[in-house]
């Protein structure tokens, strides 16, 4: 239990230092936020459900969004999350992030900021694609090829 927990603290400050070395194009409504490659990892471990949940929420603390974002992102992770999760065995894991952040967050964007819908939502959808696709699931196949040897934290 006590590594699980380790585990879930190592992805969320991850989460957390990626976005904020890369703060530039990690947020707002055309965004680049890399570390999204992590909301993957419940595909092969549960406690990255609440690591990613943890790492958004204190990233969007900083983030200067304001509460909407703090919660309404972190709940859209923790959902997209336990998504992945729920379907890790299948290639709808990588999806969950891609599409509920690409119109669930753009929605509140949108209302936020009176920015138009659906270019917040496809900017935001491709974005989340090209990191989930390019970071992400490259990022899957190679911990589960060397899983047995670099997963000291069983």
Do not use: C
């Not at 936020?112 to 959808?125: K, R």
């Amino acid at each position: 239990m006590t590594k699980k927990i380790a585990r879930a603290g190592i992805i969320a400050a991850l989460y957390i230092v990626i976005t904020f070395l890369l703060q530039a194009i990690s947020f707002g409504p055309i965004q680049l936020r890399v570390a999204e490659a992590l909301t993957v990892l419940p595909i092969l471990y549960f406690e990255a459900v609440p690591g990613i949940f943890a790492g958004v929420l204190i990233a969007n603390i900083f983030g200067g969004l304001g509460l909407v974002d703090i919660g309404l992102g972190s709940l859209i992770s923790l959902l997209a999350a336990f998504l992945t999760y729920l379907f890790r065995r299948n290639f709808l894991a990588y999806l969950s992030p891609i599409v509920l952040n690409g119109f669930l967050v753009s929605a509140y964007l949108h209302l936020l900021f009176d920015l138009p819908y659906w270019e917040v939502a496809i900017s935001i959808t491709i974005s989340q694609a090209i990191v989930i696709l390019g970071l992400g699931y490259p990022l899957i196949r190679y911990l589960k090829r060397v899983k047995g040897e670099i997963d000291f934290l069983r």
